[in-house]
């Protein structure tokens, strides 16, 4: 009887109604389970108006309803819609739209006539799929051919480790842009705990002489034709470690001004210390433009 089925359901004709594109690119599948959403990144196989084949970092259970989000090569705006598990097996799965609108129809149609992609062509459900792969052989004068079994496994090894390798490669793009977000934060968090730790100002001849690294700004071109020429005063913060934490210009045209402060980035000093110990303080440099 189980035989007999299945056989049936292979003679069944597809449910494909309109045309299926071949095309690859990232995708999220969402799908709620326990009242919590869970974003499985992926890749798409082809897409058509009805559904979408996917190949996804994580196990679907058919009959399950998710949320679909994908960004169209060459269209304006992200296909966002919901559908319907039909199948799943081996991290592949078949998914019928559900409730997708005109418009969403549209940018499909759009997008392939810009796109220009190829229909994918399929053998029809009704020819046995060994049948149609013999037929060349039988015009060589051959018998039936045998199901290319070791190609087909090689094939779906080749698929499951490219699909890998993207799920992969999504993942660690978004940890390390995570990541650098979180990096950013505690540098601008410590900056601005250190600036708040501001105890003495010191005056510009006791730094000068803890200045260990000095870079000379340059002279910009604009205030070079405009025969602008002078000391810009700038107050600076200096940090604990001897780097410059924060600064602006007391006087001065802004080009000029802005010419300094880029140079003033770079300088180092020892730390100043009060009791043996370094301190955050605050000074004035100088910093001379002539022709």
Do not use: C
């Amino acid at each position: 009887m189980v035989v007999a089925a299945q056989a049936q359901g292979r003679d069944q004709p597809s449910r494909r109604r309109g045309l299926r594109y071949r095309v690859e690119m990232p995708l999220y599948v969402t799908v709620l389970r326990s009242g919590i959403p869970d974003t499985l990144p992926g890749r798409s196989v082809n897409l058509s108006e009805d559904g979408v084949a996917v190949v996804l970092a994580g196990e679907l259970l058919p009959g399950e309803a998710v949320g679909v989000h994908i960004r169209l090569p060459l269209a304006s705006d992200h296909l966002r819609t919901r559908a319907l598990v039909r199948h799943h097996d081996k991290l592949r799965s078949g998914m019928e739209f559900v409730g997708l609108s005109a418009e969403q129809q549209t940018a499909i149609r759009v997008w392939a006539e810009k796109a220009k992609v190829e229909p994918e062509l399929s053998v029809p459900a009704t020819i046995p799929i060994e049948t149609a792969a013999g037929k060349g052989s039988e015009s060589g004068g051959s018998g039936g051919a045998q199901p290319p079994t070791r190609s087909r496994r090689g094939r779906e090894w080749i698929i499951l480790l490219l699909s890998a390798a993207v799920v992969l490669a999504v993942l660690w793009w978004r940890w390390n842009r995570e990541w650098e977000d979180v990096e950013s934060g505690l540098e601008k968090n410590e900056k601005t705990m250190e600036l708040q730790q501001l105890q003495t100002r010191v005056p510009a001849d006791v730094m000068e002489k803890l200045v260990t690294h000095r870079v000379d700004p340059d002279y910009p071109e604009a205030a070079r034709s405009a025969n602008l020429q002078g000391v810009i005063v700038l107050d600076v913060v200096v940090g604990r470690d001897g780097s410059v934490l924060d600064m602006h210009a007391v006087n001065g045209p802004e080009v000029l001004a802005q010419a300094a402060m880029d140079a003033m980035r770079w300088w180092r000093f020892k730390p100043y210390r009060v009791d043996g110990q370094p301190v955050v303080v605050e000074t004035t440099v100088a910093v001379e433009f002539k022709p």
